[in-house]
Structure formats: structure tokens, C-alpha cells
T-cell receptor, first 115, second 113 residues
Framework: DTAVSQTPKYLVTQMGNDKSIKCEQN?????MYWYKQDSKKFLKIMFS???????INETVPNRFSPKSPDKAHLNLHINSLELGDSAVYFC??????????????FGQGTRLTVV | GDSVTQMEGPVTLSEEAFLTINCTYT??????LFWYVQYPGEGLQLLLK?????DKGSNKGFEATYRKETTSFHLEKGSVQVSDSAVYFC????????????FGKGTTLSVSS
């Protein structure tokens, strides 16, 4: 049973296209995240939702739009893809953001390649 | 703001060698500290954690002690195996509402037989 699952695992697309990445968690967690991992493995938080409410919205181009239909799902839609968007995108979840000592559980990642 | 600094890699070791990956942090308050591991082509997995000063986290032969006086959380293993080859990330959580884990830049470990 996969705890945090993302689809697709690989995504190759042309510049200018619009694409979505889906994420689902079956852990009963309240909080979900999107992280971006660049080619040097650096991980940067993009967004965080707690009970479907956006609580973290880092400096990310507004071409990126998260959407949480319910607390078990957090999708990421990207408009007008650019070469620099190529990266691995990780979804993660954790218990309530207000709790301390809470580790995050990560999905397998989506490797996005923009050509 | 809060931050995590890890030693630069890559770290290359022979099997059964001793491993240390240094990690220091800057944070207000009393953060929780974590080590995550990322095997090739996979997501991040929690390796160990410590939630208060002097706590020692341990798992799979890896250990790290939360040192408040030196703001450090160094990862150690007495005898590495080829299967330990991966990228290791130190991270902190300040436990405040609306914050996410803050990661170091990651250290790539390569173990040869």
C-alpha cells in the first residue's frame, strides 16, 4: 500500500504546454506539500496545504497553481512550461502543521523534462 | 530565517569504513531535526530524527545526536555498506504552524566494495 503516490512518474513535454501532476496520500494526514528538487538535488518548498487551505506559497511563478480538492489530494498544475521548470517534483504529507516533531512522508517524485 | 548547512559531497568510501556527514543548523526556538535518505530514482525516506537537545536518533546502524550547544546533528555510521550509497539530507522543523521542513543541500555518499 503506497502511502503517498504521485502520477505520472515521468513527464516529457514541450515548452509552452500545460501539464498537471497528481498526488494522493492514504495516511490520514492533514497537511500536504509540493517540493521542487533541482539538478543539484536541492529541495525547495513550493506550496503547503492544511485541510485544503493554502498555508505556504513560496516565491513561485504564478504559472504554478496547486489545487486541493480534499485533504487526501494535492495536485499541481503548470501553465506555459519553460525549460527551467525541468526538475523532480515531490509531493509529501504530514500530520497537522501545528504539531511539532512531525516528519513528512514523500512520494516517489515526478521527473518533469521540458524540451 | 532558519537554515541547514551540510558538508559538501560527494563522499566516497570503501565498504566497512566509518562515515560522518556534518550538519549544522540555525533556528529560533527549539526545532526538531531529521535525516532523510534518497536512494537513486526514489523519493525521500526518513532515516532518523531527534526532537530535543541531547536526543540520539538511530536506525539501520546510523546515529545522530542533537547538540544544542554546537547547533549540530552529525550523521554517523560505524561500518558502511555498498547499499548505503545514496543522497543524505539533513532537515529541521521549527514546529510552528504553517511551516515546512527546511532541508540542507544534500550529501551524496558512494560506497565501493
Amino acid at each position: 500500500d503506497t502511502a503517498v503516490s504521485q502520477t505520472p512518474k515521468y513527464l516529457v513535454t514541450q515548452m509552452g504546454n500545460d501539464k498537471s501532476i497528481k498526488c494522493e496520500q492514504n495516511l490520514g494526514h492533514d497537511t500536504m506539500y509540493w517540493y521542487k528538487q533541482d539538478s543539484k538535488k536541492f529541495l525547495k518548498i513550493m506550496f503547503s496545504y492544511n485541510n485544503k487551505e493554502l498555508i505556504i506559497n513560496e516565491t513561485v511563478p504564478n504559472r504554478f497553481s496547486p489545487k486541493s480538492p480534499d485533504k487526501a489530494h494535492l495536485n499541481l498544475h503548470i501553465n506555459s512550461l519553460e525549460l527551467g521548470d525541468s526538475a523532480v517534483y515531490f509531493c509529501a504529507s504530514s500530520r497537522s502543521a501545528a504539531r511539532t516533531n512531525t516528519e513528512a512522508f514523500f512520494g516517489q517524485g515526478t521527473r518533469l523534462t521540458v524540451v | 530565517g532558519d537554515s541547514v548547512t551540510q558538508m559538501e559531497g560527494p563522499v566516497t568510501l570503501s565498504e566497512e569504513a566509518f562515515l560522518t556527514i556534518n550538519c549544522t543548523y540555525t533556528a529560533t526556538g527549539y526545532p526538531s531535526l531529521f535525516w532523510y535518505v534518497q536512494y537513486p530514482g526514489e523519493g525521500l525516506q526518513l532515516l532518523l530524527k531527534a526532537t530535543k537537545a541531547d536526543d540520539k536518533g538511530s536506525n539501520k546502524g546510523f546515529e545522530a545526536t542533537y547538540r544544542k550547544e554546537t547547533t549540530s546533528f552529525h550523521l554517523e555510521k560505524g561500518s558502511v555498506q555498498v547499499s548505503d550509497s545514496a543522497v543524505y539530507f539533513c532537515a529541521l522543523s521549527d514546529g510552528q504552524a504553517g511551516t515546512a521542513l527546511i532541508f540542507g543541500k544534500g550529501t551524496t555518499l558512494s560506497v565501493s566494495s
